[in-house]
């Protein structure tokens, strides 16, 4: 039976929806607490489903996790009547439309795009039914933000510029001024930075023209991002700290970490790292918190850069590797298919629904001409049946056996197929006596050796040319010559340990202990130091800046093990480490420096210069000697 709507109710729940709007959805305590209530002790279905979504509206500003669950509530009691009602109030269509957008904002944040964006295109079906133009208009824009995200800018700009079409003909401000920003940043992605500011500049005269500070502080942050872009540092400070100045006024914790972000970066820029680090690991609490994955993304690349200028290597990678596993999830290549899967899914829906009518139709005037046949058919049916029924049943019978063994014998392969890999994985992550040791007893205990050939490379000005790449192209490039170390070492049996940010650590002599590790470390240095030279000159040749390479050698006792209990990794310590990395930072670009004590073990196989007693941070004075070529 339809339950009546209790309109008094309804228009009290659209009033509050109204003052809520007004005040940012802010997690009020109280209001949370009311709206439980009421919930409690309603049995309107009306009154429950608009508790859960202002719900959901008071939490998505705080906890995401939060929103979708009471968002999720609201589209339960919405589907019951859009599904059971005979003619279900337009209401709930409304309603469930602009859920579905709210849930879809939800899902963009966490980095699902696909189911983002099938959300958004459910509710556009559902407000184009309804003739509803403000709805139509923020669903395009929601969707023209998936592409912006995904980095297909032309259609980011083609939705974007839709919903823009519509809000000059209603001339709603906050309307205007959403797409106004969201163009702009678009432009300023495709490196079309007049364009960028002529939109923020509009942006900027609306939201002070209505005096609202939140769009405000909105046009400060990206006007000051184009002034970053076209390094005017001290112009992007000033802007940005006056948009943290009145976001702190209003006390929004978003943009106070947007501010804080950008501001962060700009520091960086000016090199003044601790305030940089400050400011964005303030930003990062804040995105973490929110779980605003592209944001955290962002600033975990920054902290990386700023970490390896300080030349706290650690951290860098740390941060590094935090970005490089945030953008796996949001550029997955599944998602990608995803996304792609779901725009053709609604696009099909859309045209098999209008062929619906006519085939309806068709299916009609087939059952007439069939019902007269179907009689003796089912008689025929009758007599076969009584015949083939025993057949029948044992063919089932020899099916479930076969498919059993099939099903037993594929599950047989994919089990083999999985070992295979993990150990692969395993492999590729230790040496394979560690790996043998890890496997039968659960751990692997540390081990001493006596002397091993400890190798470590870095490059030369690698903040100036991170500076000039964009990260993409600088994890490239670094991932391009990693693999070419890679491949070097290991044709000479070296060991690889771990890469810091740009510092590339291996060593000769473990965890199988031989004779030859010096000469064999010393071969792969002059291997990577020739690649490095030939690689310089190729990216010269093509009009880039040339990567160049210092690489040191110590020989000597360590202790090798696993570190820690997750996300484990081979490693290795003692004094030859140490000082193995004032080999390196006492060399010079495009040479093999090595101590002393490596040297009386190669000097037989290699023509070596002897560069005198040369200072070591925090080791004295120690011989060294430059690596020239193999003796003939």
Sequence with gaps: MKRKVDFKKLIFFVVLFCNLSTVGYSQDPEKVDSLLKIIDNSSSDTTICNAYVELGRLHKKKVLDEALKYFISAEKILLKHLNEDEKPDTFYSATYADLLNNKGIIFRKFGNYS?????????????????????????????????????????????????????????????????????GIVQRKMH???????????????????????????????????????????????????????????????????????????????????????YLSEALARFVQ????????????????????????????????????????????????????????????????????????????????????????????????????????????????????????????????????????????LPKETAEELKEHGKAKARSYDLVSVLFTDFKGFTMISEILTPEELVE???????????????????????????????????????????????????IRDFMLEYKKQREQEGRQGFEIRIGIHTGPVVAGIVGIKKFAYDIWGDAVNTAARMESSGTVGKVNVSGFTYEIIKDDFDCEYRGKVPAKNKGEIDMYYVEKIKR
């Design 115 to 183: 189911e983002s964006l099938s959300c958004y295109f459910k509710a556009q079906d559902i407000f184009l039914e309804l003739k509803d133009s403000t709805g139509i208009s923020s669903t395009q824009f929601n969707i023209g933000a998936i592409y912006r995200y995904r980095e297909e800018f032309n259609k980011s700009i083609e939705y974007y510029k839709k919903s823009l079409k519509i809000r000059e003909e209603t001339g709603e401000p906050y309307g205007l001024i959403n797409c106004y920003n969201a163009i």
């Design 192 to 278: 079309n930075r007049t364009l960028a500011l002529e939109y923020y500049n509009k942006s900027l005269d609306l939201s002070t023209t209505i005096h609202d500070t939140n769009y405000i502080v909105q046009s400060y942050i990206n006007i000051g991002v184009v002034y970053v872009k076209d390094s005017s540092l001290t112009e992007a400070l000033t802007i940005f700290n006056q948009a943290l100045e009145l976001a702190e006024e209003m006390g929004d914790l978003d943009h106070i970490a947007n501010c804080k972000n950008q501001i962060g970066s700009v520091y960086m820029l000016l090199q003044n790292y601790d305030l940089s680090i400050k």
């Design 477 to 527: 490039e670094i991932d391009y010559c990693y693999k070419e170390f890679d491949r070097i070492i290991g044709k000479h049996s070296i060991e690889k340990i771990k890469t810091i940010g740009d510092a590339y650590m291996c060593a000769g002599g473990l965890p199988a202990a031989n004779d030859t590790h010096a000469k064999n470390t010393v071969d792969a240095a002059l291997e």
């Design 290 to 429: 929110r779980k605003d994955l592209n944001k955290e993304m962002g600033t975990s690349i920054r902290l990386s850069r700023v970490y390896e200028a300080k030349g706290n290597y650690r951290k860098a990678f740390e941060y590094l590797e935090r970005y490089s596993d945030l953008r796996s999830i949001l550029k997955d290549e599944e998602e990608t298919k995803n996304l792609v899967r779901t725009e053709m899914n609604h696009f099909f829906e859309k045209e098999k629904n209008a062929d619906s009518i006519t085939r309806v139709k068709e299916i009609e005037i087939t059952d007439l001409e069939l019902k007269g046949k179907n009689t003796q058919i089912e008689k025929d049916k009758a007599q076969k049946f009584a015949m083939y029924g025993g057949l029948f049943l044992l063919l089932i019978v020899v099916g479930v056996v076969l498919r059993s063994y099939l099903r037993k014998k594929k599950d047989n392969v994919i089990i083999s197929e999985e070992k295979e890999r993990s150990e692969e994985l395993l492999l590729n992550i």
